[in-house]
């Protein structure tokens, strides 16, 4: 079974659940499919489409801005396995900003990298090392988490995430 998108009353995406729990939350009428996936789940008595987008049948309040969280595989995401020094395939991330030297672990500091860049870099700043980073790191956009979360997003999810952004 695939994962499928979830939303809130008003549309909003809320997270992404797993195919089996969200014919769970059909079947306890507490949400509406949207989108199926073409296929089908059964049980003895009934049958329902299997769902791809659900939307629950009530206003669930977020409390917070829910944001990205900082790791490797959401790094590789956001900077797309690229070294961000010299473009070559990453397999290791970087602070840009030694955290010897105060550099804090956010988002801003943090930046995709290969093996021979990080070694050529080490303990010294991008300047110090004679390197340039391709662009500034910056935390990814606020429905990130989604992209992070199942690698890749289907296409019938594109037209409710963008109406979010």
């Known amino acids: 079974m695939r994962s499928a998108l979830v939303l809130n009353a008003t549309y909003e995406p809320l997270s992404v659940v797993s195919a089996r729990r969200a014919v769970c939350l059909v079947l306890s009428d507490k949400a509406e499919i949207i989108e199926d996936d073409g296929t089908e789940v059964h049980s003895e008595t009934m049958s329902i489409p299997g769902p791809l987008v659900i939307r629950l049948r009530y206003m ?3 409390p917070y ?3 990205t969280a900082l ?3 959401a790094v ?4 797309d396995h690229r070294c961000q020094y010299c473009g070559g395939v990453a397999d290791s991330i970087d602070h840009v900003m030694p955290r010897s030297r ?3 672990h956010i988002w801003e500091n943090v930046t995709a990298a290969c093996r021979p860049c990080n070694l050529r870099k080490r303990d ?3 300047e110090e090392a004679g390197m340039l980073l391709e662009s500034q790191p910056l935390a990814p ?3 990130a988490w989604i992209t992070v979360s199942v690698g890749r997003v289907p296409d019938e999810w594109k037209q409710y995430l963008a109406a979010a952004s």
């Not at 590789?76 to 900077?79: E, I, L, N």
Request: glycine share 10%.
């Open 71 to 73: 790791s490797r595989r």
């Open 124 to 126: 010294r700043t991008p």
């Open 141 to 143: 956009r606020e429905l």
């Open 60 to 62: 669930v309040k977020v």
């Open 76 to 79: 590789f995401a956001r900077d």
């Open 65 to 67: 801005h829910r944001r």
């Open 102 to 104: 105060g550099g804090m």
